[in-house]
């Protein structure tokens, strides 16, 4: 406890020179709000992966990868895997919205009739649902891009493939209501259709199949099971949870997030250089009042501990602030997300305890670097020859 | 043994400095012996470069001697390492400078208690004795002002009540009055006088300053980094004396 009397020694020191104290403050502020934000990311992601996607629905793709297909017929044996609820074959349709000129919103040929067994958690209408099953030209489409485009149910549109010869005149007869699924499904025989008008064979593939498993506990053993059945054939498949199947869409931008956590190191480096630099200045310009605190009988400890807890209080203070402000901040990010579809994924950054912990500590960690130096410089030196420098 | 029989507060004996300053060695004191009695108020004096402030540096245990023995207190100090001479000196010395060197960012009571920091005193005990010794040295009214609102004198006097308040058996005082007019010079001589006369503070002090003379009991001159004695320092005495007339008759130059 004997180090608490120098608090106000600390404290004077600190409101010297007030301007400098709030800057330097407010650069380890920012940093230290900068690298908690960031790494709010990780987790903010893999939160965001769980509100996107459900524990039992499983991604059945070609091995070879997502944009080669299947046979349409391997639905039918998917649907048989004991454990399997509900199957569904989604087709890329590559439809560009013909004032939108380019494909603008992921747009799939469904079948109409499985998509409530595989997407129970959308709550689609049943009415909507029916209506969907009723009209071969109908089309369900994600809430965002109803609003986006300011469709209404009962529009007419024309989507222009990019993918298929066709263009199809769809009636909006549903909305998806999740803000977190903007596509839009279009009934499978209306494509398969319109393909045959044109002497093709037909639609006789799937891009993907969706499935649901009964049970969250059997996702692992259909998986196996589904990719089994299509070993040795020209689709061999590779399953996989929804989670991971977004997850690797987020893999780059996890890739992104590395790149940015190094670059925030080294920016958290680059104000540990200025803090330093600063704290030199300070014990520089109080060489005189060092040298006799030293002459009056302040050992070496205590100008070293002093000057080091100087540089330790305030960007600790600092670091405290900078935490405080990324809860703000994020809080507001939450708010935001409330009132705004396109901020919704942002509400996925928390700043849990851990990431407290790390913001507290790193700004411990700035504040020791950035004064060790100067502070050991500063004490070790013998009182006469500071003496000597200085007067 | 002085007098009284009792060993003198400051015995040097034999010392010598010497420092090195880029190639060439420098001889600050050479063979320097002496005695100092406590309650005693002595002036180091002398022209630059005579040796007169490491000999105070030494006394103070700022600095060490290359040779020789320097005994303060009964506390040989060539043994003492650099953290056991700053715990000595917080413990038994008085420091005051040319420059005051007060912090700025402290009131004069907070000035003058930073020595007790080092003490197991309690914050309230250690404020009550940094205001009596303000009030000793004749600033009682002044105790929350900071030093950039206090004169020149003032501040010296807050700079010698932070000397006193730990009660140290030694006052050292590096040109006191350097940097001061000579009204408060005077001012300042007198109150180291006092402390001697009535607290029994034995006072060390270097100078340039003739007036010093009529306070102090006793002038070492010192030269060229020897101490003067017989008639050399008597003539030394007898100069400045001349210089002390000088400034009674026209001031200082």
């Known amino acids: 406890m004997t180090a608490v009397k120098y608090l106000g020694l600390i404290g004077a020191n600190l409101g010297r020179n007030k301007l400098r104290t709030a800057l330097t403050g407010g650069a380890v502020m920012l940093a230290v709000a900068l690298v908690c934000m960031l790494l709010t990311m990780p987790a903010g992601l893999d939160m965001l992966l769980d509100t996107l996607t459900s524990n039992t629905r499983i991604s059945v793709h070609n091995k070879a990868g997502i944009v080669y297909a299947m046979p349409y017929a391997f639905t039918r044996k998917v649907r048989q895997v004991d454990g399997v609820a509900a199957a569904v074959a989604m087709t890329w349709f590559g439809g560009a919205f013909e004032e939108a000129g380019r494909v603008t919103f992921p ?270 410089g500063a004490a070790r030196k013998p009182v006469v020859q500071t003496l000597h420098e200085v007067f | 043994m002085d007098g009284d029989g009792q060993a003198p507060l400051i015995q040097i004996r034999h010392v010598s400095r010497r420092y090195v300053r880029g190639v060439d060695e420098v001889h600050a004191l050479e063979n320097v012996s002496l005695d100092i009695a406590a309650g005693h108020f002595v002036a180091f004096m002398g022209p630059s470069g005579s040796g007169k402030s490491t000999l105070l540096n030494l006394v103070s245990g700022i600095d060490r001697p290359t040779s020789g023995e320097v005994v303060v207190a009964g506390v040989r100090l060539n043994d003492l390492s650099e953290d056991e001479l700053a715990h000595w000196r917080a413990r038994h010395i008085g420091l005051i400078f040319q420059f005051f060197n007060l912090m700025p960012v402290l009131s004069a009571r907070d000035n003058v208690a930073l020595p007790l920091l080092l003490t197991r005193l309690d914050k309230r005990e250690r404020l009550r004795r940094a205001e009596t010794a303000l009030r000793i040295v004749g600033l009682g009214e002044r105790l929350d002002h900071y030093p950039r609102t206090l004169s020149g004198g003032e501040q010296q006097r807050v700079a010698i009540a932070r000397a006193i308040v730990t009660d140290p058996d030694l006052i050292v005082a590096d040109e006191p009055t350097g940097d001061l007019d000579a009204r408060n010079a005077e001012e300042i001589l007198s109150l180291l006088r006092q402390l001697k006369n009535e607290f029994a503070k034995t006072v060390v002090m270097v100078t340039h300053d003739p007036r010093a003379l009529r306070f102090v009991d006793q002038a070492l001159h010192l030269d060229k980094g020897i101490l003067l004695e017989g008639e050399a320092a008597q003539r030394a005495g007898e100069a400045i004396m001349l210089a002390a007339h000088g400034h009674s008759v026209s001031g200082p130059s």
């Open chain 1, 107 to 376: 747009n799939f040929a469904v079948e109409v009739d499985q998509v409530e067994g595989v997407y129970p958690d959308y709550r689609l209408d049943p009415q909507q649902l029916a209506d969907f099953q009723r009209y071969r030209d109908g089309a369900m489409v994600g809430r965002q891009t109803m609003k986006k485009y300011g469709w209404k149910i009962g529009d007419r549109i024309t989507l222009r493939s990019t993918v298929w010869p066709v263009n199809l005149d769809l009636r909006i007869v549903g909305e998806i209501p999740s803000d977190n699924a903007p596509m839009l499904w279009l009934n499978r025989d209306y494509l398969d259709e319109a393909l045959k008008a044109q002497g093709r064979p037909g639609l006789g593939i799937a891009g993907m199949i969706w499935v649901r498993a009964a049970d969250p506990n059997r996702v692992n053993a259909i998986m196996r099971t589904v990719d089994d059945l299509s070993r040795n054939s020209e689709a061999e498949t590779a399953s996989e949870t929804e989670k991971s199947f977004f997850s690797n869409f987020f893999g780059s931008l996890q890739g992104f997030v590395t790149v940015v956590l190094i670059v925030t190191g080294l920016v958290a480096l680059c104000i540990v250089f200025i803090a330093a630099n600063t704290a030199s200045m300070a014990v520089r310009e109080r060489s005189g009042e060092l040298a006799v605190l030293k002459a009056i009988g302040f050992t070496r400890r205590i100008i070293f501990g002093t000057l080091l807890a100087e540089a330790v209080v305030l960007s600790t203070i600092a670091g405290l602030l900078g935490v405080g402000l990324t809860i703000g901040f994020t809080s507001l990010l939450r708010v935001g997300a409330g009132w705004s579809d396109t901020l919704g994924p942002l509400g996925s950054f928390v700043v849990t305890a851990p990431v407290i912990v790390q913001g507290v500590f790193l700004s411990l960690f700035v504040g020791m670097l950035a004064g060790v130096v100067p502070s050991w």
